[in-house]
């Protein structure tokens, strides 16, 4: 599913880079890069087919099946649907096995611009007596008590399920249940609420039929190839009046809590095309984006991250411009030792500012991996503006996060070993391992427990034993050689050059007031980056856990960028007051004073939870908070890094005019 999640987080750019497919209207000329539009048309009459460019065969791919009320996704063999059994599996990538999807050919196959109607696929058949027959029908009603959802492909397209909502507005579903439940007392739940004939009590209603639409256009100058536009469908249960030959007549499909006779499930479909010239290929997915009305709450979101931002840049700006330029002149005027000796604050600690951290060890480690996880999340959010991991290209985000994530071991190594030299570090050795090893290996010994979990289940989510080994392949065989490199080149270099030396003798920091003290100062220094990032985190989770599609690359890019400027400034910000304080142990505060805004995240992925999820079952909650407890673990390591990098060049700017007999 998730192996090195965190992967999903200026103005101008959220424009340039193809912005979110904000205003969909105007979508018609952007798409992903790389992928060819498939030109379709009629079989021709006269049985030939030579050197013909265009398909006349339209092929239907099932996917996983997925529920927001369980964290678990099952393939579709797992359940007793209609299957083929002698085409081969398309090829999927790393990032699709990741995350748990499971493309297979289906055996619903159409032909372009020919009509079905009530066409029978198969019949399944449950008797009470076998044990198999048995299990499979439980473990279909389950489906549909939970209320698992059909994914379908068609050319590179999900197959939508569009309805009704509030206010006229109409919300195409990427995906359409199973079935679904009337309770005891006569409540109907989930999809039952569409059809008044579902109503006896303690029954589960099944999808066994769909109607399904095919849109396409006509390319222009190369008649007859068309192209597909959008594929709908409406999910009906027949019960069918002669199950031998479906005649998609009689009431719903229905199945009692209790069995006790022979039962006959036949499932049907009907086709029909449909010729759509106002939507061109390039914008054929905006029909369901449109239906995610979310481009106020983002723009309201960014908005009041503008106004934190300008905030803190104005108190920055205060400090360096009026305070630090009026110190630091009066300070190198000074004449004599005892006008020295009446200044106070940032100034009196300038021996000690550049001393050692405790752990240092462990803070080279850190920003080793902080830097990773930074580069690795610019570049991929960078390609994800660009169009080239759009849904569209199923897997890409990931793949293309996992290839970045191995191939950047070599800045992370060097900034761990450059940073532990100049704390005074001697175990090279030692840096250079737990770089290449401590993070990651936390991040992998959560995913395989997630993993063990997921095969007891049965998930489709659960990565495959030859995956797995791939996964160690490219930890051990390219990014651990890569972190070697950098660390040999960061320690073969001179250590950092401090602009003040350092006192042999430690400096007594005064008694300090409640809010200069390390822990408030911590807590308070993360509240506004994640006050910044709080509704982008909803979408992401929601995409994540509610399966919902995430396409706002451009919006995410930008909050991004504010994020990070935010974790900057104030850490700037406190870092400032600290050394004003005579608190000259800033390395590690300034670390976990941004670094503390995972904190705030999993406070909220807490909330989350239990607010706005419906998951049930032990399995499923474990599952949720282990990979929760993986995004905070990177999320923290992400900023912390921006926030010592932040606070390191402030000192070192603001000491660099700071003249020392």
Not at 464 to 492: D, E, N, R
Request: charged share 15%.
């Amino acid at each position: 599913m998730l192996v090195f999640l965190h992967v999903h987080l200026v103005v101008m750019s959220a424009f340039l880079c193809g912005a979110p497919l904000l205003f969909l209207q105007d979508a018609a000329a952007f798409y992903l890069p790389g992928l060819a539009p498939v030109s379709f048309c009629e079989k021709p009459q006269d049985g030939k087919d030579a050197q013909r460019e265009c398909q006349d065969k339209i092929e239907l791919f099932v996917n996983r099946l997925d529920s927001v009320e369980s964290v678990l996704p099952y393939e579709y063999t797992a359940f007793d649907f209609c299957t083929v059994e002698t085409e081969k599996r398309p090829s999927e990538n790393l990032g699709q096995v990741l995350f748990g999807e499971r493309i297979e050919p289906s055996p619903y196959k159409f032909s372009f611009k020919q009509k079905e109607t009530c066409k029978h696929v198969c019949t399944k058949k449950y008797s009470p007596t076998k044990t198999e027959d048995k299990a499979n029908l439980d473990f279909l009603k389950k489906g549909m008590l939970l209320n698992y959802q059909h994914h379908w492909i068609v050319d590179n397209m999900p197959v939508t399920w569009c309805y009704d909502v509030e206010d006229n507005q109409k919300f195409c579903n990427p995906g359409f249940p199973i079935g679904c439940y009337v309770t005891e007392t006569g409540l109907a739940k989930d999809a039952c609420v569409v059809n008044s004939e579902f109503n006896e009590k303690d029954t589960f209603y099944i999808f066994n039929h769909v109607d399904i639409t095919i849109f396409y256009h006509n390319v222009e100058n190369e008649a007859p190839d068309s192209r597909l536009v959008a594929a709908k469908l409406e999910p009906k249960s027949y019960k069918h009046t002669n199950p031998d030959t479906p005649d998609c007549t009689g009431a719903p499909m229905n199945l009692g809590n209790k069995i006790t006779e022979a039962l006959s499930i036949p499932y049907t479909y009907s086709v029909q095309f449909k010729e759509e010239p106002n939507i061109r290929w390039a914008s054929r997915w905006d029909y369901i984006l449109e239906s995610m009305p979310h481009t106020n709450i983002q723009w309201f979101s960014i908005m009041n991250s503008l106004v934190i931002v300008l905030f803190l840049s104005g108190m920055v700006a205060m400090i360096m411009l009026r305070t630090l330029h009026k110190d630091i002149a009066r300070y190198n005027q000074m004449d004599s030792v005892e006008d020295a000796q009446e200044e106070f604050g940032w100034k009196l600690v300038h021996g000690d500012v550049f001393r050692p951290p405790r752990k240092g060890m462990l803070l080279s480690v850190f920003l080793g991996s902080g830097t990773q996880i930074f580069i690795m999340t610019f570049v991929t959010l960078f390609f994800a503006c660009l169009g080239f991991l759009s849904p569209a290209n199923r897997g890409a985000l990931m793949t293309c996060a996992v290839v970045l994530w191995v191939l950047l071991g070599t800045p992370a190594g060097y900034i761990a070993a450059r940073f532990y030299k100049s704390f005074g570090g001697e175990k090279w050795k030692t840096n250079v391992l737990l770089t290449a090893f401590l993070c990651p290996g936390v991040v992998f010994a959560d995913f395989f427990l997630m993993n063990l979990i997921l095969w007891g289940e049965g998930s489709s989510a659960a990565m495959p034993f030859g995956t797995l080994v791939a996964i160690l392949a490219l930890w051990f065989c390219i990014s651990v050689p890569l972190t070697f490199v950098g660390a040999y080149f960061g320690f073969k270099k001179a250590g950092i050059e401090h602009p003040v030396r350092t006192n042999q003798i430690p400096r007594q920091i005064p008694e300090q007031s409640f809010y200069t003290k390390p822990l408030p100062g911590i807590v308070m220094g993360g509240i506004l980056p994640f006050g910044c990032i709080f509704i982008q985190l909803f979408f992401i989770l929601n995409s994540i856990w509610s399966h919902q599609m995430y396409y706002m690359f451009g919006f995410l890019f930008l909050v991004f960028i504010i994020l990070v400027i935010t974790c900057s400034e104030a850490t700037i910000l406190l870092c400032y007051f600290h050394l004003c304080a005579e608190d000259y142990h800033w390395q590690w505060r300034s670390f976990l004073t941004s670094g503390f805004t995972a904190a705030y995240f999993l406070v909220y992925a807490v909330h989350y939870f239990f607010s706005k999820l419906q998951i049930t079952g032990l399995a499923s909650t474990i599952l949720y908070f282990g990979y929760t407890m993986i995004m905070a673990l990177i999320f923290f390591l992400f900023t912390g890094t921006i926030g010592f990098f932040a606070c390191f060049w402030f000192v070192t700017k603001i000491y660099s005019v700071v003249k020392v007999d």
